[in-house]
C-alpha cells in the first residue's frame, strides 16, 4: 500500500506570496490533518480534515486554510507568506476522523518550505 | 495550554549504551504516542499507550505511560546507529467535544556513535 505523498518536497518562495501544498492520503484513509514543524516550535497542529470537513483547528492566523476533496485529497494554502513561515509541513492521514484514544496517523515526507 | 516537555534535549551515547527519553506534562491525556523521526522524513508511529501504569516492549524499545496518564518514557538498552533520530512523544487530548487532537512534545535528538 502506498505511503502519504506531499508535492512539492521543497519550496522556495519570497514574503507576500502564496501557496499550496499538496497532500494524497494512503488508499482508504479518510482524515487528513496538517502540522508545521520548526526547529523553535517544534510540531504545531493546523487543522483537520475529514469527509471533506474541517473538524479541528490549531492557533495558526487565517493566512493558513485548507480544504479536502471528495477523493480524501488535501491543499493547504499559505497567503501572504512571512519569513516565520519557512517550516517543514508535514501531512497526516488516518482511517478514522482523530476521535477516541487511538489516533494513529502515517504521515507523509513533507514539503520544507523556505521564504526569502 | 498543554505542553508536553521531554527531555534531555539532545542526547549523544556510544553504541551499546542504555537510555531514557522522558516526557511530562501537567494535563491527563487519553492516550500517548511515540514517534521516531529521521532526517528528512515524516514521524513514524512506534507505539500507542492507553491505560496508566501500561507498559510495552517492541524489541529493545520499552514504552511506560505514568500512572496519572501525564508522563511517559522510554528506555532504548542497548542502542545501535540504527537508533539515531528525533523521538517524540504526543498526547491525545479531547477537542471541542468528540474530536481529539495531539500534542507533540518537544523532541530528543538521539545519536547513536558506532
Known amino acids: 500500500k502506498a505511503g502519504v505523498t506531499q508535492t512539492p518536497r521543497y519550496l522556495i518562495k519570497t514574503r507576500g506570496q502564496q501557496v499550496t501544498l499538496s497532500c494524497s492520503p494512503i488508499s482508504g484513509h479518510r482524515s487528513v490533518s496538517w502540522y508545521q514543524q520548526t526547529p523553535g516550535q517544534g510540531l504545531q497542529f493546523l487543522f483537520e480534515?475529514?469527509?471533506?470537513?474541517?473538524?479541528n483547528k490549531g492557533n495558526f492566523p487565517g493566512r493558513f486554510s485548507g480544504r479536502q476533496f471528495s477523493n480524501s485529497r488535501s491543499e493547504m494554502n499559505v497567503s501572504t507568506l512571512e519569513l516565520g513561515d519557512s517550516a517543514l509541513y508535514l501531512c497526516?492521514?488516518?482511517?478514522?476522523?482523530?476521535?477516541?484514544?487511538?489516533?494513529?496517523?502515517?504521515f507523509g515526507p513533507g514539503t520544507r518550505l523556505t521564504v526569502l | 495550554t498543554q505542553l508536553l516537555e521531554q527531555s534531555p534535549q539532545f542526547l549523544s551515547i556510544q553504541e551499546g549504551e542504555n537510555l531514557t527519553v522522558y516526557c511530562n506534562s501537567s494535563?491527563?491525556?487519553?492516550?500517548l504516542q511515540w514517534y521516531r523521526q529521521e532526517p528528512g522524513e515524516g514521524p513514524v508511529l512506534l507505539v500507542t499507550v492507553v491505560t496508566g501504569g501500561e507498559v510495552k516492549k517492541l524489541k529493545r524499545l520499552t514504552f511506560q505511560f505514568g500512572d496519572a496518564r501525564k508522563d511517559s518514557s522510554l528506555h532504548i538498552t542497548a542502542a545501535q546507529p540504527g537508533d539515531t533520530g528525533l523521538y517524540l512523544c504526543?498526547?491525545?487530548?479531547?477537542?471541542?467535544?468528540?474530536?481529539?487532537?495531539?500534542?507533540f512534545g518537544t523532541g530528543t535528538l538521539l545519536a547513536v556513535q558506532p
Open positions: 497526516a492521514s488516518s482511517p478514522s476522523p482523530l476521535a477516541g484514544a487511538f489516533n494513529e496517523q502515517f
Open positions: 504526543a498526547g491525545s487530548v479531547l477537542y471541542g467535544g468528540a474530536t481529539n487532537k495531539l500534542i
Open positions: 480534515y475529514f469527509s471533506e470537513t474541517q473538524r
Open positions: 494535563s491527563v491525556f487519553s492516550s
